[in-house]
Every structure is written in structure tokens, then in C-alpha cells.
DNA sequence: GGCGTAAACTTATCAGTGATAAGATTATTT
DNA sequence: AAATAATCTTATCACTGATAAGTTTACGCC
């Protein structure tokens, strides 16, 4: 009787994971103007209020939806950190194409609130992991440069998937080899 | 007896100007999220559907200040295009430190739209010098790494404009180097 | 120079948004 | 079994962007 999704009851089951499940798929289908709180009850079949003793606010609900994308981003990390820049960087790439509209809901600060505890957890984990993997590269540069290795790369890596997702990197592919896929391109740009 | 602004009138001279000067005014200090229809007719004095003749909606003001925003950083990259790939990586990312509310707004599509025929212009316009100037250096390597190597090239001086806006290359100065302003920071990072 | 048309701007109003207080329903604790 | 607390709904509020209708000014034309 008792199925997984016991949808019939006043309260049913956890809310909580439903009103980000419903969040998600309109992100990722309709893009983050369609990420109002009326919409998202609607979609999860319930009342526009609902969502109010489990996020606050609206705020509230897409800070938790960002701090799932960054547990996802840790990780997908996670398994290839030993592997080198190459890899991780290869691993962020392809996880914003896969979650466009996650991974820029993750950088939204006025959609957001960056102090919400979980959320800068879930962050400070994740950034941890990259800042500990540059730190392991290049140790034997002089000091002056150190710092700007770091950005380099970090700022290559994440600037790759940001323009991965605004789609001009299509444009460089099309404009140009025909025979190069996506892949291919990340791959050399990420030499 | 005309002064530059005739601030009386009826009809107060050009009132588009206004608007996209009392836009960027709030948008520069109190972020996106503050730029409302309705605060920045309030801002230029003016009532709320006095923008509609001349932008038709929200989306044509903001698109029209992006456009601005295009211009500029075109105006601004042009004069260093001869020095190659270093200093228009500089240049480009000082505007968005400079100018960070703008240089965000003009990657935020579902706030423009991107289809507006003059937005579309600036935009071909300020990305064809950056492919232009791309596309000159390293003419010689093998066309297989061509593309991959504009990618790297352009994700890192994008990413390094993104990275800066939001605080990170601040963490990294802090966390390391005492000595090293973000000048030099990035100054290494372009090389 | 005055008239008529078009443009700029205001006022008033509308549907839709997120938030919230108050009430109804179910879980949980004792 | 009763009491308390949590979840969810309903109703409402202030606010937003858009728009139609009306008012004021600019401008081309005779």
C-alpha cells in the first residue's frame, strides 16, 4: 500500500526534496527566470506557502538548491582529484555543460544568499578541494608567481565552462575544424 | 537661457540618457537586483511608464545598457589591440573590476535579450576584435590545437574578469603573498 | 503664424509576485 | 488519550512591470 510516494496525504513524505526536485527541472528546462516560488509549489502540486516552514523563503530554497550543486560539483571531483589539473578541470568543464542552469544558479548572489550556513559549507568543501589541488602544482615556482599560476588556471577552468554554457565555444568549433567535437576542444584547451 | 539640461520641461531633453545614467548609478551601487522599473524612473524623476517610448519594456533598458557596456570595453580594448594578447587580457579584465554591476549585467541573459538588433551589433563588434586578435597569434601551430588553444586563451582572461568580481582573486592574494597587489596578480596570471 | 499630427510623459489600473497571519489538518510526545 | 507541535491551506497585503487613456509639448506643413 505504502508506495514510495505517498502523494495522497496532507503531509507528504518530505517535501523538502520534492520542492528542490520540482525547482531543478525547471531550471534546467525553462532557465532561472522561471525559478519563482509560485511556480515551484505549483509544479510539486502544492499550495505557494508550503515551502515557507522548510526554506523561509525563496531565497531560502534556491540557496539549497545551489548548495545540491556544489555537493554534486565535491563529488564529481572528488573521484579524479588524485589525477591531476588536467582531469578536474576536464570534470568541472563537462559538469556545467550537463548542469547549466545549476552551475550558474551557483554563482547568482543576488538569487542566492552566500551566508546561509549550509550553503558556505557545502562551498568552502568544494573550494577547498580545488585550492588544495593547485596548491599541489607547481610548488617549486618562485613565490611571486605562485599565486598567479593559481589564477590562471583557475580562472581558465572556470571561465571554459562559463563560456561552454553561454555557447561560444560552439561558436569556435563551427567557425573553425569540422571534424573536432566539444570534447576534443576542452581537451586541448585545457593542456 | 538653454542650459544643458533643461530639467523643467515637459519633455526634459533626452530622457534615454537619463534612464541609462540613473540605471547604471544604481546598478553600480546597490548591485542587479536593484534595478527596477520603477526605482530608476524614480531615480531620473520621472514616472514609472515614462521609459516605455523609448525602451518598450525592462528588458529594452537593461539590453541598451549592456549595449553601453559593450562600447565601452570596445572602446577600451581598440587602442592596446596592437600590443597583443597580455595587455588586451589586462585591459579586459580592469573594465570589469572597474566595472563589475555592468560587466555582469552584460552576460546575464535572461535579464537582456540578446536579440536586440544594436545590442547584437556592440556585442559582434567587441567579440570580433577579440577573435580577430586571437585568430593572429600563434598562426603557425597545427590546426588541431588552434581552436583549443583560442579557447584556453579567452576562458582564462574571462574567467580571471569573473573570478575578480566575485572576491576570489582577493582570497588568493590574501591567503598567500602579502606583498602582491591584484595588479600583479594578474599580471602573472596573463602571462 | 497657426493648425494638425505625432511624440513624450502622466495617471490610473490590471494581473501577477513573494511574504505572512490565521486557520485547518496531521504527527509526535507524554 | 490528550496536548503540543509541525505541516500545509486559505486569504490577504504591499509591490512589481505592463498598458490603455488622457494630457502636454514638439514639429512638419500650409
Excluded: C
Excluded at 565535491?74 to 559538469?95: D, I, K, S, T
Aim: glycine share 10%; net charge negative; no cysteine.
Amino acid at each position: 500500500m505504502t508506495l514510495h510516494k505517498a502523494k495522497k496525504t496532507y503531509h507528504h513524505g518530505d517535501l523538502r526534496a520534492g520542492l528542490l526536485s520540482s525547482a531543478r527541472m525547471l531550471l534546467e528546462e525553462q532557465g532561472i527566470s522561471a525559478l519563482g516560488l509560485r511556480a515551484i509549489t505549483r509544479h510539486a502540486g502544492v499550495s505557494s506557502a508550503a515551502a515557507t516552514p522548510h526554506f523561509g523563503n525563496l531565497m531560502g530554497l534556491l540557496s539549497a538548491l545551489a548548495t545540491v550543486g556544489y555537493e554534486e560539483l565535491a563529488a564529481a571531483l572528488e573521484p579524479v582529484l588524485e589525477e591531476g589539473a588536467h582531469a578536474v578541470g576536464l570534470v568541472y568543464v563537462r559538469f556545467a555543460i550537463l548542469n547549466p542552469g545549476l552551475f550558474t544558479l551557483m554563482f547568482r548572489s543576488d538569487v542566492i544568499d552566500r551566508n546561509e550556513p549550509a550553503l558556505a559549507a557545502a562551498r568552502a568543501r568544494t573550494s577547498g578541494m580545488l585550492t588544495r589541488l593547485i596548491d599541489s602544482l607547481g610548488g617549486q615556482q618562485p613565490q611571486r608567481t605562485q599565486a598567479g599560476t593559481r589564477a590562471a588556471l583557475w580562472g581558465k577552468v572556470h571561465g571554459l565552462a562559463v563560456l561552454a554554457i553561454d555557447g561560444f565555444l560552439d561558436v569556435l568549433l563551427s567557425s573553425q575544424g569540422e571534424g573536432l567535437s566539444l570534447e576534443d576542444l576542452l581537451e586541448d584547451a585545457l593542456r
